[in-house]
């Protein structure tokens, strides 16, 4: 089955400053790639997706960067702010129709 | 207002002792999977089920049995609990049976087993 990786797992910041969290998978022929946020003791929820036939896609401060060759795609978010200290989950659509979720990154944006 | 729909929330219980965790969704999705968040694991798929009547084994599925009469609900059981079993879990569904839709999440049900 699919094998997704994530790092970091954890990750901290200053405010306004960017982080980046990378995930890497094993099918090929996945082709469905969407990053969820978890507040705590909150549901998971969408934040952001990308689909193979697109190489970046960008939401305000987020944006998300796909490389099929590699088999990686990563998770930008800019100027960070108080209000993204969340856990970041990637996952990935992959050819069993599941999505299989990485292991979560927890980020906390600093005062 | 659309929602997956968790019951209950939090729960604690016995080893052996058979529960059920219910959860419905108002969407129409025909996809149905539930999952156990564990720290450090993150969210890994007990068992997903494309359509009424059509059930498949996730990456852990010891333990727990699934259902899938009714399009909207999709109950998670757990005929001996144990410990191991401990656990938050979340329901999600998707629309339509592309790899490449949104899942829902229910709001959770935290389990203890003692």
């Known amino acids: 089955g699919e094998n997704v990786e994530q790092h970091p797992s954890t990750l901290s910041v200053q405010e306004g400053d960017s982080a980046v969290i990378k995930c890497t998978y094993s099918d090929s022929a996945s082709n469905y790639f969407p990053w969820y946020k978890q507040e705590l003791g909150k549901r998971p929820q969408l934040i952001i997706d990308i689909r193979s036939n697109v190489g970046e896609k960008k939401d305000q401060r987020i944006a998300v960067t796909l490389n099929k060759t590699a088999k990686h795609f990563s998770l930008h978010i800019t100027e960070t702010q108080p209000e993204d200290s969340a856990v970041y989950f990637c996952?990935?659509?992959?050819?069993?129709?599941?999505?299989?979720f990485g292991s979560g990154t927890q980020l906390t944006v600093l005062p | 207002e659309a929602q997956v729909t968790q019951n209950p929330r939090y729960l604690i219980t016995v080893t052996g002792k058979k529960l059920t965790v219910t959860c419905s969704q108002n969407m129409n999705h025909e996809y149905m999977s539930w999952y156990r968040q564990d720290p450090g694991l993150g969210l890994r798929q007990i068992y997903y089920?494309?359509?009424?009547?059509?059930?498949d084994k996730g990456d852990v599925p010891e333990g727990y049995k699934v259902s899938r009469k009714e399009k909207r609900n999709f109950p998670l059981i757990l005929e001996s609990p144990s410990p191991n079993q401990t656990s938050l879990y979340f329901c999600?569904?998707?629309?339509?049976?592309?790899?490449?839709?949104?899942?829902?999440f229910g709001q959770g049900t935290r389990l203890t087993v003692v």
């Open positions: 999600a569904s998707r629309p339509g049976r592309a790899m490449n839709t949104e899942a829902f």
């Open positions: 996952a990935v659509g992959g050819s069993a129709r599941q999505l299989t």
């Open positions: 089920s494309m359509n009424v009547e059509v059930t």
